[in-house]
T-cell receptor, first 115, second 116 residues
Framework: EAGVVQSPRYKIIEKKQPVAFWCNPISGHNTLYWYLQNLGQGPELLIRYENEEAVDDSQLPKDRFSAERLKGVDSTLKIQPAELGDSAVYLC?????????????FGPGTRLLVL | AQSVTQPDIHITVSEGASLELRCNYSYGATPYLFWYVQSPGQGLQLLLKYFSGDTLVQGIKGFEAEFKRSQSSFNLRKPSVHWSDAAEYFCAVIPLSSGSARQLTFGSGTQLTVLP
């Protein structure tokens, strides 16, 4: 069974440029999560989807970040414009139903460097 | 403040030695407890989790963890470390306390180096 797929794996951009990350969850998983992982820190939740609905986006900086999961399968996270402080690893995870305490399966992440 | 703490930023052990990674939490009610491992270039992988019941939890790759309510701890252990265990280890919780977001909340991680 294929795991969570993320692309690109690495991205280098200049500040003020836009950037997008793509995630394809494990087949059949209804719940999708985007996390931000700063250097030397644990991941922090940005947004959680149940199918195509964003059910928790309280920690997504909405002035520059946006996300979508149009058909309830794959998802895109966008930053526009990027700032130096956005340099981090962006992780995507999925789980079957989003049940409380349900195991989340993580992708390898996209490492973003903003110059 | 409500938090999950991993006191050790970096630990070095020799191959074959035993390992213990510390995790402490500070929440009004005992949260759900997890340990994840992150190897370079790979996603976070769940090692084990504790919700209730037997306080000694067995996980994958020979790891185990012990929940101690009196110490608010959930330490990860392995009797004999292999070179392939070198990675970053994260303790995580899902708080059950009122006023806490019921989402997976991670500690800052412990980097494990294994010497040959």
């Amino acid at each position: 069974e294929a795991g969570v797929v993320q692309s690109p794996r690495y991205k280098i951009i200049e500040k003020k440029q836009p950037v997008a990350f793509w995630c394809n969850p494990i087949s059949g998983h209804n719940t999708l999560y985007w996390y931000l992982q700063n250097l030397g820190q644990g991941p922090e939740l940005l947004i959680r989807y149940e199918n195509e609905e964003a059910v928790d986006d309280s920690q997504l900086p909405k002035d520059r970040f946006s996300a979508e999961r149009l058909k309830g399968v794959d998802s895109t996270l966008k930053i526009q414009p990027a700032e130096l402080g956005d340099s981090a690893v962006y992780l995507c995870a999925s789980s079957p139903r989003g049940g409380f305490g349900e195991t989340q399966y993580f992708g390898p992440g996209t490492r973003l460097l903003v110059l | 403040a409500q938090s999950v703490t991993q006191p050790d930023i970096h630990i070095t052990v020799s191959e074959g030695a035993s390992l213990e990674l510390r995790c402490n939490y500070s929440y009004g009610a005992t949260p759900y407890l997890f340990w994840y491992v992150q190897s370079p270039g790979q996603g976070l992988q769940l090692l084990l989790k504790y919700f209730s019941g037997d306080t000694l939890v067995q996980g994958i790759k020979g790891f185990e963890a012990e929940f101690k309510r009196s110490q608010s701890s959930f330490n990860l252990r392995k009797p004999s470390v292999h070179w392939s265990d070198a990675a970053e280890y994260f303790c995580a919780v899902i708080p059950l306390s009122s006023g806490s977001a019921r989402q997976l909340t991670f500690g800052s991680g412990t980097q494990l180096t294994v010497l040959p």
